[in-house]
């Protein structure tokens, strides 16, 4: 089974990878997040540097992006709806409705250190603890 790996995890680290899980794919929406921590005035140099080559080093051992395309936006679509009818709103989770849509378009589930993210997606993709 493919997994789609939020930005999180991106971030903090895997700890395992579940027994179910074959390949690990990440979303061209996680680069985009990653790219824009770049380009923040506020933090040192040094800090900055250190997130390029970390994602210079995901970029190498993710390879290129799942990207959101037109089936991805199609899922988008019913991610939102669901996000509504669960009483939430999108606002503020656009990047991870994103990845939600992308991992469903793709036939993957999301693997998430933050699940309730997620929450009110499980018709539409599955969602694993990282």
């Given amino acids: 089974m493919r997994a789609v790996v939020d930005t999180n995890v991106l971030i903090t680290g895997l700890r395992a990878v579940p027994p179910e ?13 990653l ?3 770049l380009v923040n005035p ?3 140099p040094t800090v ?7 994602l210079l ?3 190498r051992t993710f390879g290129r992006g799942l990207p959101f395309d037109d089936t991805a936006a ?3 679509g019913r991610v939102v709806e669901a996000v509504h009818a669960a009483g939430r709103s999108p606002r503020g989770r656009i990047a991870d409705l994103m ?5 469903r378009a793709h036939d993957a589930v999301v693997i998430t250190h933050n ?3 997620f929450a009110g997606l499980e018709r539409i993709v599955r969602v694993l603890p990282a």
Avoid: P
């Fill in 21 to 33: 899980i074959t390949e690990i794919a990440v979303s061209s929406i996680s680069y985009a997040e």
């Fill in 35 to 37: 790219e824009q921590g």
């Fill in 42 to 44: 506020d933090v040192a």
């Fill in 48 to 54: 900055l540097a250190e997130r390029r080559l970390h």
């Fill in 57 to 59: 080093e995901i970029r």
């Fill in 74 to 76: 199609d899922y988008f």
């Fill in 99 to 103: 990845i939600a849509a992308t991992a």
């Fill in 115 to 117: 699940t309730a993210d």
